[in-house]
């Protein structure tokens, strides 16, 4: 099989081929970034720096796109398997470290086109994120809420809007994170406490596959987006996805009141954010 008949059936959409040399670093293959690296295989992308530090664990499989033959593999060995099974052309590099503490992280961002941010700490996102202003390369972070109510998708765009410190900053004045992020409010050392202690609220928390999966095809398709405008020609059926950020609910669950709720904001740089700085003029 070659690859002109792996994908003929996306091939009158937009050449595939465009999207064959940029790079995507992901950044977390848990159940999000695993998805998202799967789904950008499937649209033409051939380059994927993986990064994860974690192991397959049996809890994971239900949400995962690697199943039970994978369980005990690092995440980014069996992520890398599950991929070059879609398309055995792909290039994948493979990083089964921590992202806080590793050293060529900065090399690594700035030689990628764009950054998918799918960790599930504050931390690395921070340091991503730094990381990603200081050299101007885009980001796309996704991340779901507490039981799979709904969830968020922020796209960091060099010079054309905030940044991901502006994006709390915003949030801070807004409604629609009141109530959703009660894990993400907790430190680690105490979010680690309360996993140990099953708390109900707590083991309740994650949400459904399919409550993951449309935040993660929101996710996709902004980094399609951002992959899109760095090239010189934008292929005609990926037009330009206005604003930066996206909040989507699943559920009739406080702050949504309806099923498939969606609401769309452009983040614009704030003067006070510590990381971007200047505002939009910059
Ligand atoms: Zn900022």
Known sequence: MNEDQLFARIAPLFDVGALSDARVLIGGCGSGGGQVAQQLAMSGVRRFSLYDSDVLEPENVIRHICGRRYLGQKKVDAVADVLLDRNPALE?????????????????????????????????????????VENRIPFVIGKVFTRGIGGEVFSYRPCEGGCLACLEIVLERLPFRDGVREIDLV????????????????????????????????????????????????????????????????????????????????????????????????
């Open 187 to 282: 430190s680690d050392e105490e979010r680690q406490k309360m996993y140990g202690m099953e708390i109900p609220e707590i083991k309740d928390s994650p949400g459904l596959n399919v409550d993951i999966a449309f935040i993660t095809a929101f996710h996709t398709r902004f980094v399609l987006d951002a992959i899109a405008r760095t090239l010189d020609e934008r292929p005609k059926f990926l037009p330009p996805i206005e604003q930066n950020y996206l909040v989507w609910g699943n559920r009739p669950v406080h702050p949504f009141s309806k099923n498939f709720e969606l609401q769309r904001i452009q983040v614009h740089a704030q003067e006070g954010c510590l990381v971007c700085g200047n505002g939009d003029s910059q």
């Open 92 to 132: 994948l590099e493979r990083h089964a470290v921590d992202i806080m503490t590793c050293d060529d992280l900065v090399d690594q961002v700035r030689r990628s086109t764009v950054v998918v941010l799918a960790t599930d700490n504050d931390p690395t996102r921070y340091r991503l994120n730094q990381i990603c």
